[in-house]
């Protein structure tokens, strides 16, 4: 072997050359999601496949992980598997396919990791396996990969789940590297001792099946297979089968007064089967432009709603054009007579005449309501209003007023040519949501999968709030949502925001239930606030933003009422919101449309005039003055998915205004921290809030400075800000560190255009 050997080292789809351990065998270190770290000349294993099964008792976790491993090499290839895991762990099993000898798996301590994370730091100058300090690591006995074969080895853990008052939390650890996209297939079959409260992962969209009211089958969706991260979960049990459960993640911040919070409340069980009585009203676009299928599909929507309401709720039909007609006089009980009259009633509409979207809604909204209903409103529009008041601002005002019944109105968009922002101002101020039909979708398919969520109504007009000690105040600020929605049997509520003090949080949610008004109190303690909850004032941010961005665009409604002449910025209140906006999206690494060129290698991250000016103008040329077509039904994507976020999007998805989604790999969300990349540099997100992206300090990769400021970072645990390939300049005590590799990567990964796919 050669005295100064090299090993490509791949990252995703990118290779650099590092030297080798001298006293290293040459066999390959593999990672999975992270590294494979390969001797010189050969072309490295790839990881082809990764799976993940959980399967959780109570509080018993067995993690069963797979993953095939392609060798496009020539010759037969050896290899190691190091992997990351949690305290108490155990290994049950450890195979591979094939001949060698016979394979085992032992655990380092996390000291024991450590000294060998220090070690291949320190002579290969590659900060990778940083990630992972502070956790124990499996590491593997020696396994071949055949030549231009595949190897699949499997392993499985066992260990004891940890527990937060009534949240019991899994973790899998994994890599947050966005440049590491290999997908993850991961499920989780859970079984606990009592019925399942609250079951939600802060990191990953699932998809859940309730098989039984003991257990679920979850699944990571397509979409977040390529997610990066650790894999969170967190489930609660019902103590009181007659009392919803509740959990609390805290996040520690002094310069709010105490932190942010993520509240998990699941919706209160059924009493003995019943569910609030439902009052629905469809009201109709028969305007000329729904002629044909569109006419069609509304008709047969409306019809299956009415089919699925059970006998003795309330019945409503209404269409429109440049008048109004409706079925009864006013919503009437559902019976046999009742659904024949609103059947012969829709075989009778026809197409004609404008849109007269103000005496329509006013006419769904006056009617009395029938006594103890939850009145709701299925509103399809497919153009602008066009006869009657059209101004956003009188509609807005109209509904405001004239709804005395707290109707909940779910606006129908159907194709590009609505007043999106206006749509949605209605639903969100009466506890809605709009969804829009695309002129290839199918309206009645939209129509159904809503009222679907719509099923079982358990507690409407939900409040949530705190219980204060004299003199201690309110505890709760910035908390989103503002409005809470009606919860229906089997939803949950994730609600984000700030917290003030240290003593245990006194929630309170009340609302309507089947049997009258209620209230249900949850004690929580954020004495175990963590550092390692970084998702919360992100996923806090991220609402914030939507929300900053909805009351920009609810401005556009009526500038000249504004008096501000023709730039919305020379009022101060706006620009107070357009720079809350930059200010978050640069602190928490959250982009969108408005804030994506902080993403770009040409902007200026030292300017901050230039930024701001940058963002105001993508919010006056987009949010403000689009309201309809298809780069305004974008805009309505995008800012509810961020209202309603509550799980991790470190690619930052958006939908552009030609409706296809785009994400950027150029910022990284690590730990707590965002970072911007420029060229061979990571920057600091509070580096460039201070306006300073001046090293103040420079340590190089591997000495003796650089090996104590991480153990101070994985005190802190932020260790994994240190894994970034590239410089690295990092905020600390309000100064800027810079950390220098002196054998950096020779073929970076390059600043990537935006991905964008259909």
Not at 204 to 224: D, F, I, K, P, Q
Not at 245 to 271: C, I, K, N, Q
Not at 647 to 657: E, I, L, Q, W
């Amino acid at each position: 072997m050669a005295t100064n050997p090299t090993i490509p080292f791949f990252l995703g789809a990118a290779c650099a050359v590092l030297p080798l351990l001298p006293a290293q065998t040459p066999h390959q270190w593999i990672v999975p999601n992270r590294a494979v770290l390969a001797p010189a000349g050969t072309l490295p294993v790839r990881v082809a496949a990764a799976a993940a099964h959980v399967r959780i008792l109570d509080r018993a976790a067995t993690t069963t992980l797979e993953f095939e491993l392609h060798n496009p090499g020539g010759r037969d290839q050896e290899a190691v598997l190091l992997l990351p895991i949690p305290d108490g762990a155990a290994v049950s099993a450890f195979t591979f396919l094939g001949g060698g000898a016979e394979p085992s798996a032992r655990i380092l301590p996390r000291d024991e990791a450590r000294r060998l994370y220090d070690e291949i730091t320190a002579k290969l100058r590659d900060p990778a396996l940083l990630e992972f300090a502070g956790w124990n690591c499996l590491r593997s006995s020696v396994f071949p990969v055949p030549a231009g074969g595949r190897q699949k080895v499997r392993l499985a853990y066992d260990h004891v789940l940890e527990a937060d008052g009534e949240r019991i939390d899994y973790v899998l650890p994994r890599s947050e590297m966005l440049a590491v996209d290999a997908p993850w297939t991961i499920t989780v079959d859970l079984e606990a001792r009592a019925p399942i409260g609250v079951c939600h992962s802060p990191s990953h969209e699932l998809t859940a099946v309730r098989t039984g009211e003991r257990s679920r089958r979850l699944e990571v969706t397509e979409r977040s297979r390529r997610d990066p991260g650790a894999f969170r979960l967190c489930y609660t049990t019902l103590a009181d089968p007659a009392r919803p459960t509740a959990a609390l993640f805290a996040y520690p911040d002094p310069t709010v007064g105490g932190g942010f919070f993520l509240l998990l409340v699941g919706a209160p069980p059924a009493e003995r089967g019943a569910s609030l009585r439902r009052e629905v009203t469809l009201v109709i676009d028969r305007s000329g432009s729904m002629a044909g299928k569109k006419l069609e599909q509304a008709k047969a929507a409306a019809l299956q709603v009415l089919e699925g309401l059970a006998d003795g709720e309330g019945i409503q039909l209404i269409d429109y054009g440049n008048d109004v007609n409706r079925a009864f006089e006013r919503p009437v009980a559902k019976d046999p007579l009742s659904l024949a009259a609103a059947r012969r009633y829709l075989a009778g509409i026809r197409p004609h005449g404008g849109t007269n979207v103000h005496d329509a809604l006013l006419e769904a909204l006056r009617a009395p309501a029938l006594p103890g209903a939850l009145p709701l409103v299925l509103f399809l529009t497919d153009g602008l209003p066009t006869v009657g008041p059209t101004s956003e601002r009188d509609l807005e005002a109209m509904v405001a007023a004239g709804n005395a019944h707290a109707r909940r109105i779910f606006c129908f968009g159907v194709g590009h040519d609505v007043n999106v922002p206006l749509l949605d101002a209605l639903a969100e101020q009466t506890r809605a949501a709009t969804t829009y039909v695309l002129p290839d979708e199918d309206v009645e398919v939209k129509v159904a999968r809503t009222f679907a969520r719509l099923g079982h109504p358990v507690l409407a007009e939900p409040g949530l709030g705190t219980v204060a000690q004299p003199g201690e105040g309110g505890r709760l600020r910035e908390v989103l949502p503002r409005k809470l929605p009606d919860l229906f049997a089997g939803d949950q509520l994730v609600v984000l925001g700030q917290y003030r003090g240290e003593e245990p949080l006194q929630f309170v949610l009340n609302g309507r239930t089947p049997s009258g008004a209620r209230s249900f109190e949850f004690t929580l303690s954020v004495a175990r606030a963590s550092t390692a909850h970084g998702f919360v004032p992100r996923l806090w941010a991220s609402r914030q933003i939507g929300f900053l961005v909805d009351e920009l665009r609810q401005q556009g409604g009526d500038l000249g009422a504004l008096g501000r002449g023709p730039d919305p910025f020379a009022n101060p209140r706006l620009r107070e919101l357009r720079d809350e906006i930059l200010r978050l999206s640069t602190r928490y690494g959250v982009l969108g449309e408005y804030t994506a060129f902080l993403a770009t290698e040409g902007s200026r991250l030292d300017d901050w005039k230039a930024l701001t000016m940058a963002c105001q103008s993508a919010l006056d040329g987009r949010a403000i003055a689009v309201r309809s077509g298809a780069a305004a039904v974008n805009q309505g994507w995008n800012i509810a998915a961020q209202k309603l976020q509550s799980s991790a999007n470190a690619r930052n998805y958006y939908v552009d205004h030609e409706l296809k989604v785009v994400e950027t790999t150029a910022v990284q969300q690590v730990c707590d921290r965002a970072f911007f990349r420029r060229g061979d540099r990571w920057i600091d997100g509070n580096s460039v809030l201070r306006q300073q992206l001046e090293p103040d300090e420079r340590i190089e990769l591997g000495s003796e400075r650089f090996f104590a400021l991480l153990r101070r970072l994985e005190g802190e645990r932020r260790s994994g800000v240190l894994s970034l390939q590239g410089e690295i300049l990092l905020e600390v005590d309000g100064k800027n560190v810079l950390i220098q590799n002196p054998n950096p990567n020779p073929n970076p990964i390059p600043n990537p255009i935006p991905n964008q796919s259909k």
